[in-house]
């Protein structure tokens, strides 16, 4: 499984940002997907994660109501739009891929495959 990601970029607090992961190889529509980040100095952390099939979704607290993952299987990718970004949301954004999980997790080392990473930066 190959993924990449994109659409970060440099924004004022409060704006929105979506970002895109494409991914190819397996069938995509088979496993769960999630966003991680990680902040300068910091350890990569959980952001969201997605169901195979898109019916389940989890967050974690700090971006719950404002960010939205999303997939289209058709496409091959999964999203993550961002709205009422804070200067804490500036980290390097990470999608990945759980290819064996029975349902969809929040712990880094269940991934077994990872993008290359996008830059998401907001000033105040």
């Known amino acids: 499984v190959q993924l990449q990601a994109s659409g970060g970029g440099s924004v004022q607090a409060g704006g929105s940002l979506r970002l895109s992961c494409a991914a190819s190889?397996?069938?995509?529509?088979?496993?769960?997907m999630g966003w991680f980040r990680q902040a300068p100095g910091k350890g990569r952390e959980f952001v969201a994660a997605?169901?195979?099939?898109?019916?389940?979704?989890e967050y974690t607290a700090s971006v719950k109501g404002r960010f939205t993952i999303s997939r289209d299987n058709a496409k091959n990718t999964i999203y993550l739009q961002m709205h009422t970004l804070k200067p804490e949301d500036t980290a390097v954004y990470y999608c990945?891929?759980?290819?064996?999980?029975?349902?969809?997790?929040?712990?880094?080392?269940?991934?077994?495959?990872w993008g290359q990473g996008t830059q998401v930066t907001v000033s105040s």
């Open positions: 990945a891929a759980d290819l064996f999980g029975s349902s969809i997790n929040n712990k880094e080392s269940q991934y077994e495959f």
């Open positions: 190889g397996r069938t995509f529509g088979s496993y769960a």
């Open positions: 997605i169901s195979a099939g898109g019916s389940t979704t």
